[in-house]
Nanobody, 122 residues
Framework: QVQLVESGGGLVQPGGSLRLSCAAS????????MGWYRQALGKQRELVAR???????NYADSVKGRFTISRDNAKNTVYLQMNSLKPEDTAVYYCNTDISLIIRPWVYDHYWGQGTQVTVSS
């Protein structure tokens, strides 16, 4: 009923930039918070950045000042602009959203994207 399609990952050199996108589609009534998580090999999934429907944001300390999360509500899309990338940013990045469906607009469920690989290496 809901699909999250991510794009924008890839291989980049240290100090470079990438922009991730995540577009939600389906029988959507409303989208609340949207965010990005990442999971490096052998580590637990962690929050990178999150943005509310009102535009309030929060970031992991490790990415503050380098990453910027934004959203386009008309397109049901969330973005993650990643600058000054470091090798330790290498991970699979997952989009996560809180969505209510047309058939039950009072209930919010968490949805995950399929993940996109970001590799920072020279």
């Amino acid at each position: 009923q809901v699909q999250l399609v991510e794009s924008g990952g890839g291989l980049v050199q240290p100090g470079g930039s990438l922009r991730l996108s995540c577009a939600a589609s389906g029988s959507i009534f409303r989208i609340n918070a949207m965010g990005w998580y990442r999971q490096a090999l052998g580590k637990q999934r962690e929050l990178v950045a999150r943005i509310t429907s009102g535009g309030s944001t929060n970031y992991a300390d490790s990415v503050k000042g380098r990453f910027t999360i934004s959203r386009d509500n008309a397109k049901n899309t969330v973005y993650l602009q990643m600058n000054s990338l470091k090798p330790e940013d290498t991970a699979v990045y997952y989009c996560n959203t809180d969505i209510s469906l047309i058939i039950r607009p009072w209930v919010y469920d968490h949805y995950w994207g399929q993940g996109t690989q970001v590799t920072v290496s020279s």
